[in-house]
């Protein structure tokens, strides 16, 4: 089995920064793609960005290019998510999802992922 935790939420201003990060327990060795989802109130869960741990390649939803930058460190089996000039439509909670499976972009669905972080609230005030 897989653990996710992920820490880093918060309540920030429009045009502020946060660092969220995803730490991983368990059988790491099985986790081949990383992903970022959110959920707003009443919407459904949304797919952010995503890390193969294979070849590093990285996918992003349109919205967050340019302002979301996901990262890992394999050392550390964390998975980052900097997310900078955030805007109130950037506001939910933030999960972490885990996968032993090489998925590929540009976009990712919940159902492709198997373990899954207890999520951490972003706010972002206007």
């Known amino acids: 089995q897989v653990q996710l935790v992920e820490s880093g939420g918060g309540l920030v201003q429009a045009g502020g920064s946060l660092r969220l990060s995803c730490a991983a327990s368990g059988r790491t060795f099985r986790i081949y793609t990383t992903g970022w989802f959110r959920q707003a109130p009443g919407k459904e869960r949304e797919f952010v960005a995503a890390?193969?741990?294979?070849?590093?390649?990285?996918y992003k939803t349109d919205s967050v290019k340019g302002r979301f930058t996901i990262s890992r460190d394999a050392a550390k089996n964390t998975v980052y998510l900097q997310m900078n000039a955030l805007q109130p439509e950037d506001t939910g909670v933030y999960y972490c999802?885990?996968?032993?499976?090489?998925?590929?972009?540009?976009?990712?669905?919940?159902?492709?992922?198997?373990?899954w972080g207890q999520g951490t609230q972003v706010t972002v005030s206007s």
């Open positions: 890390h193969r741990h294979t070849g590093g390649s990285t």
């Open positions: 999802a885990a996968t032993d499976r090489l998925l590929w972009g540009p976009t990712m669905s919940p159902g492709q992922f198997d373990y």
